[in-house]
């Protein structure tokens, strides 16, 4: 029961009207503090209880969650003109949810949830009624029409003597475009109408102000405006300010599928898809107008200081946690709430709050809300300000229960005083630092700054002007500074806008560092960030540079269509692909462990294109019944071994079709025709050039007759053509083909069809080995002869010993696919042979992994003395000669022992 609960209550300021309500309401015993509190400080509430005692004399023995379930479910009933009834409704709610509060039977922010469902009742009742009365013949539930609750309405939070911010919209798709002029006309006395029920002021007061000045434009548009033109508008023309105010939106009454199926659409513009840093500058600068525009800036004092809007106030801890909402929420769909105070949770279990400070700000905002509900509740008042006089003060602070104005007082300039020392300087941005250029020389390129496209905007300066001096500070500690700052000024020119990575880098100074360190050590990659700067988002993740997962999941991006899962699958892709490199760059990975990240990554994208490819042609093709598909990773997909820069070698193996079966879609195919269909899909899906970049190269020359067979391959055909028709060097690759993707009985069949080919090869050890000399023999005439940092050709090489290791297992008829494991096997090779072979397998493979995340040519060109440190840091010797050195020497042995076995033939 309500009386039972009774926890707390306020002191009565004026003792005479709290004892003259007590007297005539009669209020059970343990009630009696509370109404005396609540007459003695609010006349409002005074008048509204002695008008409905005897209501109020049934609300005692009653919970007061089913007094207030009660009166919704009655609104729900009324027939005719609702205004009467509404009014009533609100004035006993208004003295529910004051005592329930007051009392302490209902903590601050429950009775703002129940305050909220209270105005989404008489909303949706005043809706009703007017298109009852207008809404004659219109379409569907409510006619389209939605009524969006803004600010604390939305977020169920509604203050006690608030305005109700509504958007009014309509679904205007369910209606012929000849047709809409009349329907809004119509829906626009409707709400005309309904809104009026609930604001106009009678003889019964009135129920809530309404506001409607949140929809677009509202300067220039109706007051109930179609979804299309409210998507076009905020598509074109939205600014950071609505962005914050969509968060909270919610459809409050009227066609709430409708108002949901908006939201939704809306998505794109309140989360955007990267980390939106730059909404920070936009938070101070509209904090700052607000404050101007309300002349709340300066010193503040508590008298006339405004709760909401003034220093450390409410709207603080909002913008506080809206702002990381928007920075963060379009990577993190767990932050996308309405609530502030589960928002704070959010972004503290997200790691983008620190947990005390959450608590701080959330106490504050507690209590501040109780303070302004205080302020609200003496007269049912729309304020926010302290009173400046002392009995003003004095009648808060007993509001408040606080029998010493002094100590209330002390209380409340601690609480916003502790916002006040958050908020303050999470958005006000630092002063450029005036200093002189670390770099000699840098005046001559940096005065070229302005005039490239991430600078043209004031805006864009401003920023930098802040970043300028620590982004050349640590420039200057790379061992050729001028280097750094040269692939910078590439960086800088290659970078099409600046705001938004400018704000990033301001506001998380890893960057600034992680930058320099690309650019001082490999400018191939500080180029390649130009262009793809949204990679820079997944440092701030939690978890980028805890150790690489042992394998990689893209599933969640092949839900959609194939455009946009294509789209989400590169960004994925792209983020991880920067992610192994930067480890691999900051020694956090070794080669070997970037190689097999490399390669798990690769499966991983490859695995979900292939689902994208598969649903995409069935689309168009529909489904040939029993026909199964899987790829069989070749080179070094095949052998797990893939690096920075790797393409991808596939053969497409189709089985399972009955004989003469079709596509059962528009177009039939056969088997044979819908397999190459997918592959081309799956090559598209794979290398095609978007948006978000590509994501390999694919390479299907090692299928079945190479250019000239079929992209997909039965799996019949296959055997047949590896048993019957294929060269020695084909068998040999086929050592290293791996089944990576695709249908698991098919993948386990290509298996066993691999391993009874190279077991029953028709190709006996000499003929093997005679292939490898006379593919040596080509490979030195073409000019492939290595030599200083030219790993992957030449004598005693990658290339060379990935034949020799092939030939190897081809003639042990081992089925082990990796370098290193086929080295392994006894047989031709001898044991000292093999032992060198993997030993200068791993010193060159584990040196080009490095190269090829520096640079793109092969043989790489200058490193620059950062990537030539990088080099050799990465292979544990001194200095980039030591390096060439170690592997001329180590191929010099691989060479030798090749020709060794190659003079000794297949024994």
Not at 5 to 22: F, K, M, N, W
Not at 62 to 69: K, N, V
Not at 553 to 558: E, I, R, T
Not at 622 to 635: E, I, Q, S
């Amino acid at each position: 029961m309500f009386r039972d609960q009774i926890a707390r209550h306020p002191l009565p300021y004026d003792t005479s009207a709290g004892a003259e309500a007590v007297a005539r309401l009669s209020p059970p015993s343990q009630a009696e503090a509370l109404v005396s509190g609540v007459a003695g400080c609010s006349p409002y509430l005074s008048a509204a209880m002695l008008k409905e005692a005897v209501w109020l004399d049934g609300v005692w023995d009653r919970a007061p969650e089913e007094t207030l379930d009660e009166t919704l479910r009655g609104l729900a009933d009324l027939r005719g003109d609702p205004r009467v009834a509404l009014r009533e409704v609100k004035r006993r709610m208004a003295v529910l949810v004051g005592l329930a509060e007051l009392g302490g039977v209902w903590p601050v922010m429950e009775a703002t949830a129940a305050w909220t469902r209270v105005a989404d009742a008489v909303l949706e009742t005043a809706l009703a009624w007017a298109l009852a009365r207008h809404g004659r013949d219109l379409i569907g539930p409510s006619g389209g029409l939605v009524a969006m609750a803004m600010g604390k309405m939305g977020a169920g939070e509604l203050n006690y003597s608030s305005d109700i911010d509504l958007v009014l919209l309509f679904d205007e798709s369910r209606y012929a475009p000849s047709d809409y002029a009349e329907i809004r006309a119509r829906l626009i006395k409707a709400a005309r109408m309904a809104m009026a029920a609930l604001s106009d002021v009678t003889a019964e007061g009135y129920v809530f102000r309404t506001d409607l000045r949140l929809r677009p434009d509202p300067g220039s548009t109706p007051i109930v405006l179609s979804m299309e033109a409210a998507e076009r508008y905020f598509e074109a023309l939205g600014r950071t300010w609505e962005r914050a105010a969509w968060i909270k939106a919610r459809p409050a009454a009227g066609d709430i599928v409708a108002g949901e199926a908006f939201l939704e659409r809306m998505r794109p513009f309140v989360w955007r898809r990267h980390l939106d840093f730059a909404v920070v500058q936009d938070a101070h600068e509209m904090r700052l107008r607000i404050r101007d525009h309300k002349r709340l800036g300066g010193p503040w004092d508590i008298p006339g200081h405004d709760v909401k809007l003034g220093q450390g106030g409410i709207r603080e801890i909002e913008f506080f946690a809206q702002t990381h909402q928007i920075v963060s929420g379009g990577r993190d769909p767990s932050l996308r709430v309405r609530g502030t105070l589960e928002a704070l949770d959010r972004l503290v279990a997200a790691g983008w709050v620190e947990a005390d400070l959450a608590v701080t700000l959330g106490d504050s905002y507690r209590y501040l809300r109780r303070v302004e509900h205080r302020l609200q509740m003496v007269q049912d008042a729309q304020t926010h300000r302290m009173p400046t006089s002392d009995d003003g003060l004095d009648r808060i602070a007993r509001f408040m229960g606080q029998a010493e104005t002094d100590a209330f007082i002390r209380d409340l300039r601690g609480k916003l005083e502790a916002v006040e020392a958050i908020v303050e300087p999470r958005f006000r941005p630092a002063e450029p630092v005036a200093a002189p250029d670390p770099i000699p020389g840098a005046d001559t390129v940096t005065e070229r700054w302005v005039t490239y496209p991430a600078l043209r905007s004031d805006r864009a300066q401003r920023i930098f002007a802040r970043l300028r001096a620590p982004l050349l500070t640590s420039l200057s500690r790379a061992a050729r500074p001028e280097e750094a700052l040269a692939a910078f000024d590439d960086f800088l020119r290659g970078l099409p806008a600046g705001v938004q990575v400018f704000s990033l880098f301001e506001a998380n100074p890893i960057l600034v560092d992680l930058i320099a360190d690309i650019c001082t050590v490999a400018p191939d990659l500080a180029r390649y960030l130009a262009r793809n700067s949204g990679v820079f988002d997944a440092v701030i993740g939690g978890d980028f540079l805890a150790p690489l997962p042992e394998a990689y999941d893209a599933s969640a991006h092949v839900g959609g269509d194939f455009e946009s899962g294509l789209a989400s699958l590169r960004r994925w892709h792209r983020e991880a692909h920067f992610r192994i490199g930067v480890h691999l760059l900051r020694g956090l990975a070794t080669p070997r462990e970037a190689g097999f990240a490399y390669t798990r990554l690769a499966e991983a994208a490859l695995a979900a294109c292939w689902t994208l490819a598969e649903a995409e042609t069935e689309r168009r093709y529909g489904r040939v019944p029993g026909l199964r598909l899987a790829g069989l990773g070749m080179g070094s997909l095949g052998s797990g071994r893939l690096t920075a820069r790797s393409d991808l070698d596939l053969v497409v193996l189709h089985d399972g079709a009955a004989p003469g079966a079709v596509s059962e879609g528009r177009r039939s195919l056969a088997a044979s025709q819908w397999a190459a269909k997918f592959t081309q899909t799956l090559i598209t899906a794979l290398s095609a050039p978007m948006g978000e970049g590509r994501l390999y190269e694919v390479d299907m020359r090692l299928r079945p007759s190479g250019r000239q067979g079929p992209v997909a391959t039965a799996l019949s055909g296959f055997r047949t053509y590896q048993s019957e028709e294929a060269w020695v060097w084909e068998h040999m690759a086929l050592t290293r083909a791996r089944a990576v993707a695709g249908d698991a009985e098919l993948q386990a069949a290509a298996e066993d069809a691999r391993c009874a080919v190279l077991t029953a090869s028709r190709f006996d050890a000499a003929q093997i080995v005679d292939e490898v000399a006379n593919m040596r023999r080509r490979l030195l005439e073409a000019g492939r002869r290595g030599g200083y940092l030219a790993l992957k050709n030449g004598p005693g090489r990658m290339q060379e010993i990935e034949l020799v290791a092939q030939a190897h297992a081809l003639i042990a008829k081992a089925d082990a696919r990796p370098v290193v494991d086929q080295l392994a096997v006894p047989g031709w090779l001898t044991e000292e042979e093999r032992a060198v072979l993997t030993a200068t397998y791993g010193t060159l493979s584990d040196a080009q992994q490095v190269l090829r995340l520096l640079s793109s040519d092969a043989p790489p060109g200058p490193l620059g003395s950062g990537g030539e440190a990088l080099l050799a840091e990465r292979m544990g010797l001194p200095d980039v000669a030591a390096v060439a050195e170690a592997c001329d020497v180590a191929a010099d042995k691989a060479r030798a022992a090749i020709e060794a076995a190659l003079d000794r033939g297949a024994g």
